[in-house]
DNA sequence: TATATATTGTTGT
DNA sequence: ACAACAATATATA
């Protein structure tokens, strides 16, 4: 059959914690870890809807990544932001396992400024597939999901990768 | 070495 | 128009 066209979520347990997968149209559109987010109750829609073979790619590709580190970026992604954003975020896909890359690099990359590309950065929505972790700061670690203090979770998915 | 200030591009209000 | 920011280079002691 045709992907669904339902709105839905589902959850997934992950060695970092729980995360809400959120797909829309057959793309991922948003993956959060549930203490970051008071809920996405409206996003849920009745499993009848559910797309099962998408549902469990997912779920494999995370599964691989959770047990090896590597990301396999075949799932259609659909972030929404602007122009310079996707451009962002296209260049972080680039980022191969086990490599970083500093804001300034980057910013380098697209013309424009560590800073810029921080507050890109900060406004991803699918980390992991899209892996703004590999974003570090010259000296140091540079922030995640939004200020300093979920850098923990940075720190555990470098490491898994084999960085640090 | 450490701390302060300047400069920077993009975004949200 | 303006202030905020997941940064960084440069100055100052």
């Not at 797309?51 to 590597?70: A, C, H, P, Q, T």
Request: proline share 4%; glycine share 8%.
């Amino acid at each position: 059959m045709a992907q669904s066209t339902a709105k839905y979520n589902f959850l997934y347990e992950s060695p970092t914690g729980q995360l809400s997968v959120c797909i829309d149209e057959g793309s991922i559109t948003k993956i959060i870890w549930l203490d970051q987010a008071i809920l996405a109750t409206t996003e849920t829609s009745p499993s009848k809807l559910i797309n099962k073979k998408l549902k469990r790619k997912i779920i494999s590709v995370l599964d691989d990544y959770f047990e090896s580190g590597l990301i396999e970026p075949e799932i259609s992604l659909r972030p929404q932001g602007t122009l310079f954003q996707k451009k962002v975020w296209q260049a972080l896909k680039r980022i191969p396992s086990g490599a970083v890359k500093t804001y300034g690099d980057v910013a380098k990359e697209l013309h424009s400024s560590s800073r810029a590309v921080g507050q890109a950065c900060r406004r991803n929505n699918i980390p992991l597939f899209i892996p703004c972790h590999r974003v570090v700061a010259a000296k140091g670690l540079g922030g995640f999901m939004g200020g300093y203090r979920h850098v923990e979770r940075k720190r555990w998915l470098l490491q898994h990768e084999g960085i640090l």
